[in-house]
């Protein structure tokens, strides 16, 4: 799970452009958005979308579950572990 956090971590770094912003910077508990690491909702969807393609996950903007899933780097790993086990 650590290393999937590493990646995650890394690929919002990547797909959001973040230069500023190393992967150890990212708590693992905090909120990605608004307090926290400050992403909006266009970040929402760019990291909805490198997921997607990095992971084969497909995520659904209108599940209720979707923001909880997107709430800290914990609840993503979760998630994206989860929909990994679900697809094979």
Not at 33 to 58: H, Q, R, T, V, W
Not at 76 to 83: H, S
Request: charged share 25%; aromatic share 4%.
């Amino acid at each position: 799970m650590e290393q999937l956090k590493a990646e995650l971590k890394q690929l919002i770094i990547n797909s959001l452009e973040l230069e500023d912003i190393q992967p150890a910077d990212i708590d693992d508990t905090a909120p990605l958005f608004i307090d926290g690491l400050g992403l909006d909702s266009i970040d929402a969807l760019e990291l909805g979308l490198a997921i997607k393609k990095k992971y084969n996950i497909k995520i659904d903007a209108n599940d209720k579950n979707t923001q909880r899933h997107f709430a800290s780097i914990n609840n993503l790993a979760a998630f994206v572990q989860q929909q990994s086990v679900v697809e094979n």
